[in-house]
């Protein structure tokens, strides 16, 4: 293992633990996008430039966008965030779902035949995905694109139509 490989993987993981953690989630939303350029550089240690260059622009630029005008628009005040602490129950569910979590990727891990003989991929290049893209598949982009703006959407709707009392938020 490499030094660049195990520093992305501190940062990948680092960021991901870290925004899990947070109750902030415009801090929560920032750490995502580190670690998703952390991903990226994944693809860049791993020869995969088109793929990096497609995270960078999906996912660190658009999707990061998307998610944090969702968090700003939909924002509660100070005094609707106050809520009861999580149970202790609920904390120690959560641990046991991430450990049997992790003890299922371990098997699937460990249980692996690394010795299989590699394939050759087929050559494509970014041209030819361009086209197959705009071309045939033009249209499911297009329909991404709509339900990811009706979802932006709607959660703006539903987080105005919860206010009880109609007033603004308090500077």
Do not use: C
């Amino acid at each position: 293992m490499t030094a660049a490989l195990l520093l992305i993987t501190l940062v990948i993981l680092g960021s991901a633990a870290v925004a899990m953690g947070l109750r902030n989630l415009i801090h929560s939303a920032l750490l995502l996008v580190l670690s998703w350029a952390g991903i990226a550089a994944f693809y860049l240690w791993a020869g995969a430039e088109f793929v990096a260059f497609a995270q960078v622009l999906v996912y660190v630029g658009a999707v990061s966008m998307i998610v944090l005008f969702a968090v700003l628009l939909t924002r509660r005040s100070r005094a609707e965030l106050s809520v009861a602490p999580e149970s202790l129950r609920r904390a120690v569910a959560g641990v046991l779902a991430g450990g049997a979590t992790a003890g299922v990727l371990a098997l699937a891990v460990l249980n692996t035949n690394l010795a299989v003989a590699p394939t050759v991929a087929p050559v494509v290049t970014v041209r030819q995905l361009g086209v197959e893209l705009m071309g045939p598949q033009a249209a499911a982009v297009l329909v991404v694109g709509v339900i990811l703006t009706v979802a932006l959407l709607g959660a703006v709707v539903l987080a105005a139509s919860d206010r009880k009392d109609g007033k603004e938020d308090a500077p």
